[in-house]
């Protein structure tokens, strides 16, 4: 897929969020890269590019304090390369941008691996 057409899909799933959410994201950036860097696998715990689809990095936001000002925004990357891999049409893959997307901007807001698992799981068990 072009790279074009990606940040479209990644664009329009932060468009999509509800506007309770979308209100909320404070100081964030989100891109678009092809693959994780080494640094980031290493941050991730990560072994492979194929295994990161997202990465958030910055403070989240029930980490913050009275002293958080004046700094650098937190950025949330979406792995184009690894989706890819991982899909088989466009359809998956805007459904998978999706999903990548909401996860990280979950971790924005303060919630871990563990409680998004719980969530995953009680969203499949109800379907």
Not at 2 to 14: C, N
Not at 41 to 52: D, E, M, Q, T, Y
Request: proline letters at 5%; charged letters at 35%.
């Amino acid at each position: 897929m072009e790279r074009q057409r990606f940040e479209f899909l990644v664009a329009k799933a932060v468009g999509e969020l509800p506007p309770e959410i979308a209100s909320r994201l404070e100081n964030v950036d989100i891109a678009v890269s092809d693959w994780p860097t080494k640094e980031q696998l290493a941050a991730s715990r990560v072994r492979r590019g194929f295994g990161l689809l997202g990465l958030y990095e910055g403070v989240p936001q029930t980490k913050r304090d009275r002293g958080y000002s004046l700094v650098l925004p937190d950025r949330i990357t979406i792995f184009q390369k690894p989706i890819e891999a991982l899909c088989r049409s466009e359809g998956e893959i805007e459904r998978e941008i999706r999903k990548v997307v909401q996860h990280e901007i979950a971790h924005h807001f303060g919630i871990g691996e563990a409680r998004l698992g719980e969530i995953e799981r009680e969203r499949r068990r109800r379907r």
